[in-house]
């Protein structure tokens, strides 16, 4: 008896595509199954690109589970090129899956998960990162801080953090610790594992994602209420990595007065929203600047944020001036929370860090939950 046409798509289940990460079937790469009377099927497959470098690899792999379908005497696969509109559908599929079935981290998934990003270079993304961290550790909460710019990383020297990173007794990455105010900050960052900052790192996409990934899974976290992830510029790998290893992340972007800044800008919250992240809100940095006569100056333009929060429905934060107190603290290592918590710029990161951890973005309270209550309930019987 020769296979039905149902009995060959089921097989091709069986057929992953290594890149994707799911069988060609559930992607859509099975477009066209024939069986002839004399048991001679033929599979044709739609790859997302028609140079794609595991096309032979997925030619053996049909051909091998057809073969081994009772009464199939041959196997032929035949390949075109998926249109740009079929690729955004299998790539949306591809997004939906992983966010559902995200890989374990050591992140504790109590934590709040924020990346700060930005749609091009030069707009103080990662002043925003490392003083609002700043001005939430300031309220007793502890910070985990995540700089994911692997060739740009500057968290390190904004902080004022130093040394390399260490080994728990679990043999996890220790991250590096800063206590501000009540609450405390864990740092992370690949300029903790060079031997000089001013070293070049020419590495490949592939490698970056990894980096992150290592950060994520072999950094040993521990407790802490929120972690602040620095992206790169722009929507590239390590923005696909971290909707992939992380998608309850939520994505809070950086950008200046000017419009041609808000247009980039926006580029990625339509990447977020099409990883299945949310995105968090806006926050305006060097909006304006005001001389000591008083007199204000919108130097960089102004209405981009407003115009930008508008567009993609999400609130404008906060509007952050720019500010000699801000440069000098980055640069000094200080962060302004301690350095100059009431300067202009130092009450608008206060502000955003009080509206995130009180409103937008709380931390998980976990006192009245069924695993807490079982614990208490376990140690007073002990106890007793």
Known sequence: MRPSEQDVVEVLRGVVDPELGSDIVDLGMVRDVHVADDGTVDVGVALTISGCPLRTQIKEDVESKVRGLPGVTAANVTFAEMTQEQRSVVMQRVRKRLADNPPPTEVPLTTRVIAVASGKGGVGKSSVTVNLATAMAARGLSVGVLDADIWGFSVPRMLGVSGRLAATDERKIRPNELTVGDGRLQVVSMGFLVEDEQQALMWRGLMLSKALEQFLTDVGWGAMEYLLVDMPPGTGDIQM?????????????????????????????????????????????????????????????????????????????????????????????????????????????????????????????????????LDAVEEKLGAG
């Open 241 to 373: 990595a971290l909707g992939r290893l992380l998608p309850r992340t939520e994505v809070l972007v950086v950008t200046t007065p000017a419009l041609a800044a808000q247009k980039v800008a926006i580029r990625v919250a339509d990447m977020a929203r099409r990883s299945y992240l949310k995105v968090l809100g806006v926050v305006e940095n060097m909006s304006t600047f005001t001389c000591e006569h008083g007199e204000m100056y919108a130097l960089f333009g102004q209405g981009g944020g407003a115009a930008l929060a508008s567009d993609i429905g999400v609130p404008l934060l906060g509007q952050v001036p720019l500010e000699p107190a801000v440069s000098a603290a980055n640069d000094a290592g200080r962060p302004l929370s301690t350095t100059a918590p009431g300067s202009a710029a130092g009450q608008v990161f206060a502000s955003i860090a009080d509206r995130i951890s009180t409103e937008l973005l709380p931390p998980v309270d976990m006192a009245g939950c069924t695993a807490r209550m």
